[in-house]
């Protein structure tokens, strides 16, 4: 089998399953704060319940996408040296950075809200959280800046066949990587505001007597999934006019195959042929099958805005806690913002192909001298590693979940359920 066919197998697999833990955890990170700074400010104990509740998913997310991470750097340091040799000396610090930010300053400031619950004043474990989400956010910055410079390379200069930097500012600036800043945190906190409100309708579908517990954690998450899964889609649309000029390539296949009687455009033969000319002989298309990609996604995205809004529908008319209906309608988010964004994923980095850094450096060019056993059985390995992780968090998820509030893991227990009244459900 083709060398570079199960590199990039590998890396996809690697980096895709990492990119499902980190989604939920950038999506759940501010709710979970919102939550701590309602009861530490307001006094609500229901919120301080809610809070243990969802901090507690968070903390096995978090830690399991630790390990998924690790598994993913030991590929992209097995698989990619040319890459490495290449345009390390450009990315090396913002991933660094990412290094430094994720898994000390964040790990750490996560430990101490974990073992901090009773011992330390309450502001001071609420901002230890706040700071949690915002080191997981500046943590996938820096992962975009060095993402960003492989498809709009900026800020460098490349002498004997090795880029160096030359100009921090237009790194960290890079257009691509800001763009792709924003859509990613709309897409995280539809994520995330959509799992809070689709654990939330199946406890109402199973008939929880949590009611009220359940019922603030679903307005929690609708309030976030519904205006952001309108910016994830403005802020989506925000990038293609500047992807006609930095990757035309990709949008000509994506024109062709979606929109082919539209000729406002260049076709994938005339770019090809600029292409051609320009860097010598070859296949500079992607495969067409990320315009397909491309288009489940967008109607992923346009399902997410329907089923939020229906959510937010039965919420105001109160009928949330009452329907098995409307709660499966909610139920049905969960897994769509995931989706979507995983194919979304695909559709950026498989459309850069056969580029590894666009118009610098070919994929080709970019995966180390390794022998098709050796990568064949590593990635045979990785994926068995990710594929026990991956069902290790979802079924702890699944069992909290399923378990609701009561005797919470995480802190010192939560105690019974707050003396407020349970809501009368007329079934």
Sequence with gaps: MDVEILARLQFAITVGFHWLFVLLTLGLAPIIAYMQARHVIGGNPRFERMTRFWGQIYVVNYALGIATGLVMEFQ??????????????VFGAPLAMETLIAFFTESTLLGMWIFGWGRLPKVLHMLL??????TAYASTYFV????????????????DGVAYLTDVAALLTNSNAINAMWH???????????????????????????VPFFLSSARAGLAVAVPFGIVNAESGFRQIPALHLAQPMKMAVLHDVLLPEDRGHYTVDQVQAMMAARFGPGDYAPPGWIANAYDIMMTSAFFIVVFSLLGAAFLIRDVLARSRGAALVVMAIVPIPFVASTLGWLVREVGRQPWAVYGELL?????????AGTMLASLIGFTVLLSALAVTNWCLIARYAHRGPRDTDLGSPAGPPSPEPAMALHL
């Design 363 to 371: 994929t080709s060019q970019a995966r180390s001298p390794v022998g």
């Design 76 to 89: 992209f340091g097995l698989s990619w040296s040319g890459l490495s040799a290449f345009s390390g000396n």
């Design 129 to 134: 959280f706040w700071l949690v989400t915002a």
């Design 144 to 159: 975009l800046v060095a993402n960003g410079f492989m498809h709009h390379p900026v800020g460098h200069q490349v002498r």
């Design 184 to 210: 990613i945190i709309a897409a995280a906190l539809v994520a995330g505001g959509g799992f809070v409100a689709g654990v939330s309708a199946y406890q109402f579908f199973r008939r929880t007597k949590e």
